[in-house]
């Protein structure tokens, strides 16, 4: 099979037409508020809330201010359990806060924080648990809610991945003590950079509106050392019209989803992990696994389809837990993380976005097929 004559890559940005923005920009244009707040910021969270079925969100520049900035809302600090099968971000945001990360190990089904794992790891500095809800899946929310109000520990959850997604009928984003989301380009909805915070009560939304804005409070009050992490108003307003988009950006994911699981199941040695139950899911992103039966190693189907200008990426390999800054913590021993180790050395995740046409998607399958 010949390569590809354009790269796929395992995601593109959707973007809206673009002379849909024009009428924004000119709004933009006049008021000249571009930032601090502005009218589109303030009608994307009145949206949002809407879309997502949750009370209160508040808008920060990016996914990653938003979790340092939500562990500062709830005043965390000492010890914060987590999951090595991450992003680095899930753990930097600890270290910015100088707080210290302990990693404890996933489940092999969903590849979440294992909720056995974590009562172990409870140590008198303990404070809070931060779970991922990796590729959008849910976490298992009830039992790791039933260890933190046993032990009067806070959560938050990284739901960078989790727009949309609805678990047992309801925002899987109300969990927890708090939600954050991504919307940097890579995800299902984006604001080319963006995040948000999703807030249980108005109260706990102020106090993140305050931190976000260099702790002010009004025009000559600072009440916390805040940071600047306020969303503009063009990416508020790209945000907008996204939302005209996004379900049919989700459905069509959902197609490219069903055809890997129907074309994949046939091929020995390649594992596609299951859809949650219970939960309406959002097609973030198609990891398989590549298990010893397949005639190439992980990393040898990497190439093989790298050589053809298919771009997969190893999601989440390597562990947060080998990189420099963490490696040295004792709950980044190997022998402490024997699940998220596995599957780190097996995962491959496949291109998977609304303008991903059949045709791209029937060459990745032939590649994986051997065909």
């Known amino acids: 099979m010949n390569p590809s004559e354009k790269p796929i890559y395992v995601t593109q940005p959707f973007l809206p037409p673009l002379d849909e923005l024009q009428p924004y920009l000119k709004q933009i244009w006049e008021s000249k508020q571009l930032t601090n707040g502005g009218p589109f910021h303030q009608e994307l969270e009145r949206k949002l809330a809407d879309y997502l079925g949750v009370e209160h969100i508040a808008l920060l520049s990016n996914g990653t201010l938003a979790l340092v900035t939500a562990l500062q809302t709830l005043r965390i600090t000492g010890e914060v359990i987590t999951t090595p099968f991450s992003f680095v971000a899930t753990s930097h945001s600890l ?19 294992d909720p056995e794992k974590i009562e172990a790891a409870i140590t008198p500095h303990t404070t809070a648990i931060l779970p991922v809800h990796v590729y ?48 940097h380009a ?34 000559v009050t600072v009440v916390a050392p805040g940071i600047n992490a306020k969303m503009n108003e063009l990416q508020a307003a790209i945000g907008l019209l996204q939302l005209k988009y996004i379900d049919k950006a989700i459905e069509r994911r959902r197609e490219i989803d069903t055809q890997y699981r129907e074309q994949l199941s046939r091929v020995t040695g390649i594992t596609c992990p299951s859809l949650p139950p219970d939960t309406v899911y959002n097609h973030a992103y198609f990891p398989i696994l590549v298990e010893k039966e397949y ?72 590649l994986i097929a051997g065909n």
């Open 95 to 113: 270290l910015w806060n100088g707080i210290r990360p302990v990693f404890v190990d996933i489940e092999p089904v969903t590849l979440n924080l």
């Open 295 to 366: 005639p190439l190693s992980r990393d040898g189907l990497y190439d093989k389809l790298r050589q053809h200008n298919i771009f997969p990426r190893r999601y989440f390999y390597p562990l947060i837990s080998d990189f420099p800054m963490y490696r040295g913590l004792p709950s980044a021993v190997q022998s402490n993380l024997p699940v998220a180790r596995k599957v780190a050395d097996k995962v491959l995740c496949l291109p998977i976005y609304p303008l991903l046409t059949s045709e791209a998607q029937e060459q990745v399958i032939d």
């Open 186 to 219: 890579t995800k299902v909805f984006n604001t080319f950079e963006g995040g948000a915070i999703v807030c249980p009560d108005a109260k706990t939304k102020r106090r993140v509106d305050d931190l976000k804005n260099f702790g002010f409070a009004n025009e």
């Open 136 to 183: 959008g899946k849910p976490s298992d929310v009830d039992n790791i809610q039933k260890i933190a109000d046993i032990y009067g520990l806070k959560v938050i959850y990284d739901a960078a991945h989790s727009f949309g997604v609805k678990y047992k009928d309801e925002s899987l984003l109300k969990h927890g003590d708090l939600s954050i989301l991504s919307f």
